[in-house]
């Protein structure tokens, strides 16, 4: 697929030309200042291709996380023999230490 670097001042004098040379001419548009790429303008097939991939690939990061997650897990239940963690007592706990804290806190 072609692409065809313009300025910003020409976008701005051409912009309807460049929609439909993007649009049904299947092409890409960079957009430049100074000369250095600043933006591009695509079809809309193409900015929905782009949009398919990325949240494919964000599925993809998902799913890698959540393996090593439960990874994790069955290595940490392994650990402690198969008994799970009381999240109350360690919360109770927790709790306690904050304020003991507090407390000298106060106290001092």
Do not use: C, F, H
């Not at 040379?21 to 695509?42: F, M």
């Not at 990061?61 to 008994?83: M, N």
């Amino acid at each position: 697929m072609p692409e065809t670097y313009v300025s910003i001042g020409q976008v701005k004098r051409d912009i309807s030309d460049l929609v439909n040379r993007v649009a049904y001419g299947d092409q890409r548009i960079v957009l430049t200042s100074r000369g250095k790429p600043k933006a591009a303008l695509i079809s809309i097939a193409d900015y929905q291709r782009l949009a398919q991939e990325q949240a494919g690939g964000d599925l993809v990061r998902w799913q890698t996380w959540l393996a090593a997650s439960e990874r994790l897990a069955a290595d940490i239940l392994a650990r402690r023999q198969g008994a799970p963690l009381d999240v109350d007592q360690l919360w109770q706990q927790a709790r306690a230490d904050q304020e003991a804290r507090d407390g000298q806190l106060v106290g001092a």
